[in-house]
C-alpha cells in the first residue's frame, strides 16, 4: 500500500509527523513524502525542515492521500497543481484524508 503524504512551505509538523509515525508501522506500507519539487520544505516554525521524495507527476495512484494542515494551507487554495491532482488521485484512492486545516 502506498500512503502520499503532502507537504508544503508552513505545513505544521505534527500534522504529518503524527500520522507518519502510525502509518509506517503498517505492514507492507510505503509512506511517501510528495510535493511540487524534492527537496526540504520549511514548517510553520520556520525551523524544521522536512523532506519532499517524489513530485506529484510521479505519485499518480496511491492507496491513501493524506493532507496536513498549517497556516501553508491557506496558499494551497489557490494552487492549481496540487487541487487539480488531489482531483486526479482522489478518483482510486481508497482514503483521501485530513488533519486539521488541511480539509
Known amino acids: ?30 509512506v511517501v513524502f510528495v510535493g511540487h519539487e524534492v527537496g526540504s520544505v520549511r514548517t510553520d516554525n520556520g525551523y524544521l525542515g522536512l523532506n519532499v521524495d517524489h513530485t506529484f507527476n510521479e505519485i499518480t495512484q496511491p492507496d ?7 497556516p501553508g494551507t491557506d496558499a494551497l487554495l489557490e494552487d492549481r497543481r496540487i487541487l487539480d491532482w488531489l482531483r ?3 478518483a482510486t484512492t481508497r482514503f483521501t484524508t485530513s488533519v486539521c486545516t488541511g480539509a
Open 1 to 30: 500500500m502506498q500512503v502520499a503524504a503532502v507537504l508544503f512551505p508552513g505545513v505544521t509538523a505534527l500534522d504529518i509527523v503524527g500520522p507518519y509515525e502510525v502509518l509506517q508501522r503498517l505492514p507492507d506500507t510505503a
Open 64 to 70: 491513501i492521500v493524506i493532507v496536513p494542515g498549517g
Open 88 to 90: 486526479e488521485v482522489h
